[in-house]
């Protein structure tokens, strides 16, 4: 582990050569602050250690939502391999989430020639590896991703407008939440959809075991208060800020951020996070006035 770091951080020096270099520091920072972080190198030195073990989405708690803002620059970047990290499939906090659980050759090696599609052969010099030992680790790579990913089925029907099925359904989604219905939940939240609260564990695996733990935190009821949303995104997926109205108070005060992942036109995943999000997205913790749908920046 030590020795794979020292490569990264040499990978980053300023006699990295030529075309790979802005690449290489952008990958050799991401790696070596993972490599720095406790919580991530004992789930790297698991999977290291034991090729069986895959791990599970409830041991990553440390990822937080990136607004759309900071991902797409206002100017559209050329098709160049930085702009393919920014497909959706390698932003989205299921992806993010699962690449935690690999080991740092293997995440370095899908990173590279899946995220940024270099060959074998660069990643195998950036890295001072063989080219073999390159196809081994993106085999592996692969391999777990398939284990844990969910399976990139289309997030809407090939036919229609995607941006106006997004909008529609993300608009749903804030009237069932901030009318406490389930019923409208249902018709928008696959059966085997899934819900977590980083950092706190555990998944809610299925709609109903996730309606079982919104109603055992008060959801819907009259001393939980009153929601309103926000509508935004984060991680390139439509997501909710909602701010609540408790009993007897004058404040709306920031309470979740829901991101949402899509597929065939219904809600699959919900990952809330906390209130000290909000500022990333440029939204206020407290507000006198009720929150308005769409006044996100």
């Known amino acids: 582990m030590n020795e794979f770091g020292s490569k990264q951080r040499r990978a980053s020096s300023p006699r990295a050569a030529g075309p790979l270099l802005p690449h290489a520091r952008l990958l050799a920072?991401?790696?070596?602050a993972i490599a720095r972080d406790e919580r991530r190198a004992v789930l790297a030195a698991r999977?290291?250690?034991?090729?069986?073990?895959?791990?599970?989405?409830?041991?990553?708690?440390?990822?937080?939502?990136?607004?759309?803002?900071?991902l797409e620059p206002p100017t559209?970047?050329?098709?160049?391999?930085?702009?393919?990290?920014?497909?959706?499939?390698?932003?989205?906090?299921?992806?993010?989430?699962?690449?935690?659980?690999?080991?740092p050759q293997?995440?370095?090696?899908?990173?590279?020639?899946?995220?940024?599609?270099?060959?074998?052969?660069?990643?195998?010099?950036?890295?001072?590896?063989?080219?073999?030992?390159?196809?081994?680790?993106l085999?592996?790579?692969?391999?777990?991703?398939?284990?844990?990913?969910?399976?990139?089925?289309?997030?809407?029907?090939?036919?229609?407008?995607a941006s106006a099925a997004e909008r529609d359904l993300l608009?749903?989604?804030?009237?069932?939440?901030?009318?406490?219905?389930f019923r409208a939940f249902e018709s928008i939240i696959r059966a085997d959809a899934t819900f977590r609260m980083p950092p706190e564990p555990g998944t809610a695996a299925g709609r109903e075991a996730m309606f079982k733990l919104w109603i055992e935190g008060g959801f819907g009821s009259e001393q939980f208060g009153h929601l309103r949303c926000v509508v935004t995104h984060a991680n390139l997926q439509p997501a909710a800020?909602?701010?609540?109205?408790?009993?007897?108070?004058?404040?709306?005060?920031?309470?979740?951020?829901?991101?949402?992942?899509?597929?065939?036109?219904?809600?699959?995943?919900?990952?809330?996070?906390?209130?000290?999000?909000?500022?990333?997205?440029?939204?206020?913790l407290l507000t006198e006035l009720a929150p308005e749908m769409n006044t996100c920046p």
């Open 241 to 284: 800020a909602c701010y609540r109205l408790q009993p007897g108070d004058s404040t709306w005060r920031a309470m979740a951020l829901d991101v949402l992942r899509i597929e065939d036109g219904l809600i699959m995943e919900i990952v809330t996070f906390g209130p000290d999000t909000f500022p990333l997205f440029g939204l206020p």
């Open 29 to 32: 920072v991401c790696l070596d």
């Open 76 to 103: 559209p970047p050329e098709r160049t391999a930085e702009a393919l990290t920014l497909k959706r499939e390698t932003i989205e906090i299921s992806f993010l989430t699962v690449i935690q659980l690999l080991t």
């Open 171 to 181: 608009r749903k989604y804030v009237e069932a939440t901030e009318a406490a219905d």
């Open 47 to 70: 999977a290291d250690a034991d090729e069986c073990w895959a791990g599970q989405p409830d041991d990553v708690v440390w990822l937080g939502p990136i607004p759309d803002s900071v």
């Open 139 to 161: 085999q592996r790579a692969r391999a777990r991703l398939r284990e844990r990913l969910p399976s990139h089925k289309p997030a809407w029907p090939a036919s229609g407008d």
């Open 106 to 137: 293997q995440r370095a090696a899908l990173i590279l020639c899946d995220v940024l599609d270099w060959s074998a052969k660069d990643a195998a010099d950036l890295l001072e590896i063989s080219v073999s030992a390159v196809n081994s680790a």
